[in-house]
């Protein structure tokens, strides 16, 4: 069974940094698209960033733009979100998922794209 585990959440002060993992078991995500959302107390899940399967293009959503870096190791099966500057705005949980990346018929910024997705981790900014 495969199985997407995220890790690197906690707590920090504004202004920080904290880098995330999104480690997959039981399947190699060497050609899985993979994406980041969170979703915040009260408000709907949100697209955070994506990577493709071959590295090709990553995608972020305009409020992470220049602060957050999405970037993947398959040797490790692992991908990772780089978050700098955090703000009080990014507190939420943060959950990966993935999705064929050779058969996407969804953009990956849309969560459709996505049939894996793992249970999540919580950053909290402290302001």
């Known amino acids: 069974q495969v199985q997407l585990v995220e890790s690197g959440g906690g707590l920090v002060q504004a202004g920080g940094s904290l880098r995330l993992s999104c480690a997959a078991s039981?399947?190699?995500?060497?050609?899985?698209?993979v994406g980041w959302f969170r979703q915040a107390p009260g408000k709907e899940r949100e697209f955070v960033a994506s990577?493709?399967?071959?590295?090709?293009?990553?995608d972020y959503a305009e409020s992470v733009k220049g602060r957050f870096t999405i970037s993947r190791d398959n040797a490790k099966n692992t991908v990772y979100l780089q978050m700098n500057t955090l703000n009080s705005e990014d507190t939420a949980v943060y959950f990966c998922?993935?999705?064929?990346?050779?058969?996407?018929?969804?953009?990956?910024?849309?969560?459709?794209?996505?049939?894996?997705w793992g249970q999540g981790t919580q950053v909290t900014v402290s302001s």
């Open positions: 990577i493709t399967w071959n590295s090709g293009r990553a």
């Open positions: 998922a993935a999705g064929p990346g050779l058969w996407r018929t969804t953009e990956p910024t849309n969560s459709d794209a996505y049939d894996l």
């Open positions: 039981g399947r190699t995500l060497i050609t899985y698209d």
